[in-house]
């Protein structure tokens, strides 16, 4: 019995598929500015540390908070004045009506001079032209509104892209100092996802077509893993052979080669 189960054992490791891989963090992102400026702080304390919600990296941005400020005022000036102009409009436009139906009355009556219905006339048309002026002021108003609240979101976006957070990543490396003056696409740093980790191999096509079924071992230890990902497509620089990724638990040192077998079992 004892014979079966060492061949049975020996069937299965002919069978295993063996690769080597490089534990990497799951993600390493390239942080690019998206603005220019001064950059008047660059946190070198927490390269290798986890990020909170505090700035690691920040770039002047007291004309922008100044612009919002000012921008948020002006904001504030324009909609009274629309409410005032509403409200001056309803006053108007019953005004307006009033003239009308007066104007409608007299008009007919032949006791009524020419130069009466005359100056009637004028100052029913005079009305109407301070309404359409008025409605006109508040449109233009409404567009001022308009600009403004785009302004604020830009100046919003603005400051918040020059406070660089990255909370619960680990700075992995910093590519700017205090003082120093970027500007667009400028690289900043590198952050990294270390909450889980990422095996990549390269399979044959054979074993492409098998993979995510197949029991992982790691350092000839069993693991609940599977082929998290697997590309249909062959890597262009390792020829004919198929990108798989492995997602395993974090460890605690990243970077270290492990060994990795693919079974049928």
Known sequence: M????VIALLFSLCYAKVYYAKVEPYEVR?????????VVSADETMIGKVLSSKAYIEIDC?????????TREKLMYIKNSL????AVLVNLEDSLAKKRDNYRKIEPLKFKSSVEKDREFYDLITSENLYLNTKKEIQNLKVQISDLRLKEVQLERS?????LVAEGFVLYELLVKPGQVVGMAAPLAKVADVSKALLSIYLDESDALDAKKMIIYIEGE?????????????????????MAQIVIDSPKLFSKLVKVELRNE
């Not at 390239?30 to 001064?38: A, Q, R, T, V, Y």
């Not at 409410?83 to 509403?86: F, G, P, S």
């Not at 400051?159 to 406070?163: C, E, L, P, S, V």
Request: hydrophobic share 35%; proline share 2%.
């Open 159 to 163: 400051i918040k892209d020059k406070k």
């Open 2 to 5: 004892r014979i079966f189960i």
């Open 83 to 86: 409410e005032i102009n509403e």
């Open 222 to 242: 069993k693991t609940p893993y599977k082929v998290s990902r697997l590309l249909n497509i062959a890597d262009s620089k390792n020829i004919s052979k198929y």
């Open 62 to 70: 007291e004309v922008d908070e100044k612009e919002l400020k000012l």
């Open 30 to 38: 390239d942080i690019s500015s998206n603005i220019s400026g001064l």
